[in-house]
């Protein structure tokens, strides 16, 4: 069992940075892919970025160019840096973990563990 603990959601202005962060609960959070997802009001969950074990990285075209994603294993710890915010970046932001197969790394339902979300608001 894993439990993930997501941190550093804020009120930002447009054009302005974040970093999320993900703590997770075991040692065994390096065996897993981490990813990032977010639901708008009234909107499905999306998939925003996935790092696997071996570092391996995804990301949503949405967010490509402005978002990275990292994780540090000996820290049981996984990041969404997010820079050039815009108002449609607004959501509550999930970090996810699961033995994902490859190439189904942006289905919630390879995910086992998900944190309890966290806001992220962009105004204009």
Do not use: H
């Not at 990285?57 to 815009?86: C, H, P, W």
């Not at 490859?102 to 608001?121: K, L, N």
């Amino acid at each position: 069992q894993v439990q993930l603990v997501e941190s550093g959601g804020a009120l930002v202005q447009a054009g302005g940075s974040l970093r999320l962060s993900c703590a997770a609960s075991a040692r065994t959070f390096s065996s897993y892919n981490m990813g990032w997802f977010r639901q708008a009001p009234g909107m499905e969950r999306d998939f925003v970025a996935t790092i696997s074990r071996s570092g391996n990285i995804r990301y949503a075209d949405s967010v490509k160019g402005r978002f990275t994603i990292s994780r540090e294993n000996v820290k049981n710890t996984g990041y969404l840096q997010m820079n050039s915010l815009k108002p449609e970046d607004t959501a509550v932001y999930y970090c996810a973990a699961g033995r994902v197969v490859a190439g189904r790394e942006s289905r919630r339902s390879e995910y086992d563990y998900w944190g309890q979300g966290i806001q992220v608001t962009v105004s204009s």
